[in-house]
């Protein structure tokens, strides 16, 4: 079965400029959850989504955006990007069962903001 | 909102010795309390995981223990070795239904010294 898969893997960006980031879930899960990584923060929970419903949202600023689509996929937008924003951005994906909350990361995508 | 303490930040053990890791958290509805390694440029993976209804739960050389009274959860290793020099993350959510954000906690590297 494959895994989470992220794209692109590696990407840089000038502020000011958006960037979108594609995720692609496990065959079967339908929740999809993003998290920025960084090495003084960890990982902070940007939102979830299931069934192409954000059922979840962090405390991120409104630039951060992000959908998901019928098949499951989903994509994260950051729109005027700040130096800040540079960091390893990781989806994962769950089953939507009750009895177990494992999440199931992907590899990330690494922005770097110059 | 949740809120998760983790400490130590950084954690150095000579092979073979044992590695202990706290989290404390802030939400009493928290209920699912998982802990995430990850390796140096990996993705984060789930290593154990332990439900308010338990007290103690073991793998091999790994065990967790939960104080829901305390609001606090701990990460136990025992017989190190160098493979298991990683990131460790704690984490903490209401889980069931239809919330699957965690809550992370920022990381404890763990070294252990051949």
């Known amino acids: 079965k494959a895994g989470v898969t992220q794209t692109p893997r590696y990407l840089i960006k000038t502020r000011g400029q958006q960037v979108t980031l594609s995720c692609s879930p496990i065959?079967?899960?339908?929740?999809v959850s993003w998290y920025q990584q960084t090495p003084g923060q960890g990982l902070q929970f940007l939102f979830e989504?299931?069934?192409?419903?954000?059922?979840n949202k962090g405390n991120f600023p409104g630039r951060f955006s992000g959908r998901q689509f019928s098949n499951s996929r989903s994509e994260m937008n950051v729109s005027t990007l700040e130096l800040g924003d540079s960091a390893l951005y990781l989806c994962?994906?769950?089953?939507?069962?009750?009895?177990?909350?494992?999440?199931?990361f992907g590899e990330g995508s690494r922005l770097t903001v110059l | 909102g949740e809120n998760v303490e983790q400490h130590p930040s950084t954690l150095s053990v000579q092979e073979g010795d044992s590695a202990v890791i706290k989290c404390t958290y802030s939400?009493?509805?928290?209920?699912?309390f998982p802990w995430y390694k990850q390796e140096l440029g990996k993705r984060p993976q789930l290593i154990i995981d332990?439900?308010?209804?338990?007290g103690e739960k073991k793998d091999q050389r790994i065990a967790v223990t939960l104080n829901k009274t305390a609001k606090h959860f701990s990460l136990h290793i025992t017989e190190t070795q160098p493979e298991d020099s990683a990131v460790y993350f704690c984490?903490?959510?209401?889980?069931?239904?239809?919330?699957?954000?965690?809550?992370f906690g920022k990381g404890t590297l763990l070294t252990v010294n051949p």
């Open positions: 994962a994906s769950s089953r939507p069962s009750p009895d177990t909350g494992e999440l199931f």
């Open positions: 065959s079967g899960h339908r929740s």
């Open positions: 989504y299931f069934s192409e419903t954000q059922r």
């Open positions: 939400d009493s509805a928290s209920n699912y």
């Open positions: 332990i439900r308010s209804n338990v």
């Open positions: 984490a903490a959510s209401v889980s069931g239904g239809s919330n699957y954000k965690l809550t």
